[in-house]
């Protein structure tokens, strides 16, 4: 079964340290923690130790990935979760493995899960990301300059 430790040092690595963008929807953010998700945190004073915990217990935990059998998947699916939020990634790997879109993780799409090729859901979910994020900056231009990081950041997973 897959494990949160190898799976967050990767995350807090794509996510980086404090930035308050103004372009930014999410506002000020640490480790992609955002003031926006989050605001009763202190972003700016927020330690590596303090984003694992709101980590496991709002993505991890939600997503149910310590029941999923290939870490890849697992890690692809919590990674996603803290860049586009835990109910999109959900539905969309719902949609890849031909589930309910419903944004919850159940037992049913769990089962799903673990019984596809892992190198053809991680192909699908890569592209379905890709079509999310493409969607993204039409509805929102401001986010075309993070569009090209996004994609990069999907295709080295």
């Not at 103004?22 to 303090?50: F, W």
């Not at 939600?62 to 999923?68: G, K, Q």
């Not at 699916?77 to 589930?99: E, H």
Request: aromatic residues 8%; glycine residues 8%; contains cysteine.
């Amino acid at each position: 079964m897959a494990d949160f430790n190898k799976a967050i040092e990767k995350t807090l690595v794509n996510e980086g340290g404090y930035v308050n963008d103004p372009n930014d929807a999410g506002g000020e953010t640490k480790y992609g923690i955002s003031k926006r998700a989050y605001p009763s945190v202190d972003i700016k004073n927020l330690t590596q130790d303090g984003a694992k915990e709101i980590y496991k217990r709002d993505y991890w935990d939600r997503l149910r990935a310590d029941e999923i059998k290939s870490q890849k998947v697992a890690f692809e699916l919590f990674d996603t979760a803290v860049n586009m939020g835990v109910r999109t990634a959900s539905k969309l790997i719902q949609g890849c493995v031909g589930a309910h879109p419903d944004g919850v993780i159940g037992e049913k799409t769990l089962q799903l899960i673990n019984s596809v090729d892992e190198e053809l859901l991680l192909l699908r979910f890569k592209l379905a990301k890709i079509a999310r994020y493409a969607y993204i900056t039409r509805r929102r231009p401001a986010n075309k300059k993070y569009l090209l990081g996004w994609i990069n950041r999907t295709l080295e997973a």
